[in-house]
Nanobody, 125 residues
Framework: QVQLVESGGGLVQAGGSLRLSCTASGRTFSSYGMGWFRRAPGKEREFVAAITWSGSSTYYGDSVKGRFTISRDNAKSTVYLQMNSLKPEDTAIYYC??????????????????WGQGTQVTVSS
């Protein structure tokens, strides 16, 4: 089992930037894919971004493409989400998640089984 701790959330004005971090422990971080999801009030959980174990492939939800960037530092067991040009509709609790499979060259959305506690991002207009 892997433990995940997010940080970096906060309040920002529209057009601003934030960087979220998620640090993992309990499994070999460099062996599995990582992802970010979010849940806005009254809405379903939404896929935001994901990255394979090696960092060679990244995936983004349509609503964040071109504005958000996911990256990872395997030496620090940390995945990041750089969020630029933030909009009020980006307001949500952001969760990082870990895949259960290892050393896969692609991401499988249904395979994310370990979750962090979430960090709140609020974008004011």
């Amino acid at each position: 089992q892997v433990q995940l701790v997010e940080s970096g959330g906060g309040l920002v004005q529209a057009g601003g930037s934030l960087r979220l971090s998620c640090t993992a422990s309990g499994r070999t971080f460099s062996s599995y894919g990582m992802g970010w999801f979010r849940r806005a009030p009254g809405k379903e959980r939404e896929f935001v971004a994901a990255i394979t174990w090696s960092g060679s492939s990244t995936y983004y939800g349509d609503s964040v493409k071109g504005r958000f960037t996911i990256s990872r530092d395997n030496a620090k067991s940390t995945v990041y989400l750089q969020m630029n040009s933030l909009k009020p509709e980006d307001t949500a609790i952001y969760y990082c998640a870990a895949e259960g499979r290892t050393y896969s060259d692609y991401i499988l959305i249904t395979d994310f089984g370990s979750w962090g506690q979430g960090t709140q991002v609020t974008v004011s207009s």
